[in-house]
């Protein structure tokens, strides 16, 4: 079985707020790419990507006659993907939305949040994703109230047609970029904000695995983080990253998710470093590289499954550099790149 995460940027943008899937010419919301090749680049990638279930970040949205789950179900139609069937969780006021497309061939899924609701003055461990956490993240003993603008999606997954069940979290958590910052001063208290934001969602999704580790749960935990450990300088003002966090860098070898990607950002006396997206910087008139995307499996899922770990990548993937067509659907796509792990079940 192969489960991926894939971050399509703008991917609302290519369906009319009647829903219909814009397969035109006009302008997509990526630079210099129509709604047709954006389209068609998105089902090249899903295509060869073959998973039996992604989960879509960025999804199309819901709302007023918008759907995501018929939206995708349309864009599955559409091209002839074998994943045919969509399923979501909460709906936000984002308008990126937190979906997985599936092949119903090959598994089911359910809508399964967990956790009791709450409104953030109680003292509620690890509630329900739609509600609100209390906590002090910036240690002056006062606790704040922290929600997800995105709530992440939970799923409980059957395989088929093994029928091993397994827990799924999909997440795609609080970015730290210091949008609307108007000086230096105002970058620095945007970020650090957004940095308070990020670690408390990534302790309440670790307070959730922690419940499934402790009921023995089969666990994928996967999305974009907008997070890795040494990614910026404002990570020593809280000593860990927000993805150390989730993963339980921490704790005993059977508490930590296995995630080998990861993992390498962690080894200080490496020279190089993966990446799962690719953003152009018009101040240094370059591309840079960042590492975002994770697939995470609790530990004893991933020792009975032999994980095995594949980023998606146009130009550090050997084979998908080699292939001039899935090089450029990848690149024309979306900023992000697909991550999948195969299971053996």
């Known amino acids: 079985m192969r489960i991926a995460t894939y971050n399509i940027e703008w991917f609302a943008e290519l369906f009319s707020k009647d829903n219909k899937l814009l397969l035109d010419d006009e302008w997509s919301r990526r630079h210099n790419v129509t709604r047709r090749q954006q389209a068609n680049a998105i ?22 006659k918008q759907n995501t789950v018929d939206a995708l179900e349309q864009f599955a139609a559409a091209f002839g993907l074998r994943q045919s069937r969509a399923a979501m969780g909460f709906a936000n006021e984002t308008q990126q939305e937190l979906a997985v497309l599936f092949d119903p061939a090959r598994v089911m899924v359910e809508h399964d949040p967990k956790g009791e609701g709450s409104d953030g003055r109680g003292s509620v461990t690890a509630p329900r994703f739609d509600s609100a956490f209390r906590l002090d993240i910036d240690v002056d003993a006062e606790p ?34 210091p949008h609307g ?29 922690d419940a499934h580790l402790d ?16 990614l910026d300088g404002y990570e ?28 390498l950002w962690l080894d200080p006396r490496q020279g190089w470093a993966l990446s799962t997206a690719r953003f152009y910087s018009k101040e240094l008139h370059r591309y840079l590289n960042a590492m975002l995307d994770y697939v995470m499996l609790s530990p004893d899922f991933a020792a009975d499954t032999g994980g095995r770990w594949q980023i998606w990548h146009p130009f550090d993937d050997p084979d998908c550099y080699a292939d001039d ?21």
Do not use: Y
């Open 144 to 177: 704040e109230i922290h929600r997800f603008s995105k709530p992440p999606l939970e799923l409980a997954v059957t395989a088929l047609p093994s029928g091993r069940k397994f827990r799924m979290i999909g997440v795609h958590a609080k970015s730290k970029a």
């Open 236 to 263: 020593k003002l809280f000593g860990r990253s927000g993805i150390e966090i989730v993963i339980g860098t921490n704790m005993p070898p059977d508490r930590m998710l296995a995630e080998p990607h990861a993992r």
């Open 325 to 345: 067509r899935m090089r450029e659907a990848l690149l024309t796509a979306s900023d992000h790149f697909p991550v999948s792990v195969d299971l053996t079940l």
């Open 215 to 230: 009921a023995g749960d089969d666990l994928v935990v996967l999305g974009d983080f907008n997070d890795g450990p040494g």
């Open 181 to 209: 910052a108007r000086n230096r001063q105002d970058e620095t208290r945007i970020s650090i904000a957004n940095r308070r934001k990020q670690l408390a969602q990534c302790i309440w999704i670790r307070q959730r695995v």
């Open 43 to 64: 089902a090249t990638v899903l295509r060869a990507v073959d998973a039996d279930l992604t989960f879509i970040v960025e999804a199309p949205n819901t709302g007023h």
